[in-house]
């Protein structure tokens, strides 16, 4: 994984203090891979121990580790496979973050009512959701129509869920109804594809699939396998720590 991919996928782990390093770091790539972190802090106004944190917070080893990725990572060639079906399953799971999963099934468990919201071919996911949620007892939605989830975001309170799965981030019609839970103070989750998209800035919490978009003869044929991986992932933990 990319060092900007970990600075995304843990980016809820990091402070004020972790980005000032963060960005240093992406300015200096080349640098930071030969000198020592005692330099390091030097050159930042931090202390060793504070760069180690980062290291760990980003799922690094430590911080040797994380120059050798980026030793790995500058002299790394272009891998033409990064669209077969073996890359974006493996990448998928690589973004399973369990202190993440953890925190969105904690959300769910303690909701008292949740709403599932996805337009097009993430419809059925929705649909598969509610059912995981039901099963346990959780009072879930997920409509159709404009109107319904209106008056279904609308009848919520602060406690409540509205899960938003969009791989692209950018559909037109859940960007509105993030907005609108937003509004009402209600807690949202967003499942997307694994980019800087428009609605995980959005929502309180965000999980990631790795499914970059596809077209063939001008269908759209993303590969949706990953986002069922995520929230299998994610139900079977909720089943968990539901019984």
Not at 137 to 152: F, M, N, P, S, T
Request: aromatic residues 10%; proline residues 2%; hydrophobic residues 35%.
């Amino acid at each position: 994984m990319l060092f900007s991919e970990r600075v995304q996928k843990y980016e809820y782990k990091l402070n004020d203090t972790d980005d000032q390093i963060v960005e240093y770091i992406m300015q200096n790539k080349n640098d930071v891979t030969t000198i020592s972190i005692q330099a390091l802090a030097s050159l930042l106004y931090t202390v060793p121990n504070t760069i180690t944190r980062l290291s760990k917070k980003l799922g690094y080893d430590g911080y040797s580790q994380l120059k050798n990725s980026l030793k790995e990572e500058i002299n790394k060639t272009v891998n033409t496979q990064e669209d077969s079906f073996y890359f974006t399953i493996n990448k998928t799971i690589s973004l399973i973050d369990m202190e993440i999963i953890s925190i969105v099934a904690k959300m769910l468990q303690r909701a008292r009512r949740i709403i599932f919201f996805g337009v097009g071919d993430t419809a059925p996911f929705c649909e598969l959701m509610v059912k995981n949620t039901r099963i346990v007892g959780k009072q879930a939605d997920y409509y159709v129509h404009r109107h319904e989830i209106l008056y279904g975001i609308n009848q919520l309170e602060k406690q409540d869920v509205v899960f938003f799965l969009s791989l692209s981030g950018e559909t037109k019609e859940v960007l509105e109804m993030a907005q609108l839970g937003k509004e009402r103070e209600v807690q949202t989750i967003s499942l997307t594809h694994f980019n800087r998209n428009s609605l995980q800035q959005i929502t309180d919490v965000n999980l990631y699939c790795y499914s970059p978009r596809k077209n063939v003869n001008g269908y759209n044929v993303t590969d949706k396998t990953p986002m069922m991986i995520i929230l299998q992932r994610l139900s079977e933990y909720f089943w968990e720590i539901s019984e």
